[in-house]
Nanobody, 126 residues
Framework: QVQLVESGGGLVRAGDPLRLSCAVT????????VGWFRQAPGKVREFVCG????????RCADSVMGRFAISGDIAKNMIYLRMNNLKPEDTAVYFC???????????????????WGQGTQVTVSS
């Protein structure tokens, strides 16, 4: 059984950085695409960034391009989301998810990700 546990969320001020972590168990990250999503109150869950199984490819949403970066640690089987220059509109619950159907193609559709963590809250004050 694949399990994901996010950590690293919290309350920060606009402009501050934050790093989220996603611990993956039950499946090595070198076998699947892993993505970060977020969901703000009253809004649909949206794709943030994803990383391919090889780690050679990453993809981020336009709204976070240049501020967020995704990376992985094969030895620890963990995925990270480095967030810089945070804005109040980044406030959301952040989830990591595994797409076991893809290895190198990073898709933004949340419906294609079949294992999810419980999420970690990120709140950015102005």
């Amino acid at each position: 059984q694949v399990q994901l546990v996010e950590s690293g969320g919290g309350l920060v001020r606009a402009g501050d950085p934050l790093r989220l972590s996603c611990a993956v168990t039950g499946r090595t990250i070198t076998r699947s695409v892993v993505g970060w999503f977020r969901q703000a109150p009253g809004k649909v869950r949206e794709f943030v960034c994803g990383i391919s199984a090889s780690g050679a490819r990453t993809r981020c949403a336009d709204s976070v391009m240049g501020r967020f970066a995704i990376s992985g640690d094969i030895a620890k089987n963990m995925i990270y989301l480095r967030m810089n220059n945070l804005k109040p509109e980044d406030t959301a619950v952040y989830f990591c998810a595994v797409d076991t159907g893809n290895t190198e193609v990073i898709v933004a559709a949340s419906t294609l990700y079949n294992f999810w963590g419980q999420g970690t809250q990120v709140t950015v004050s102005s």
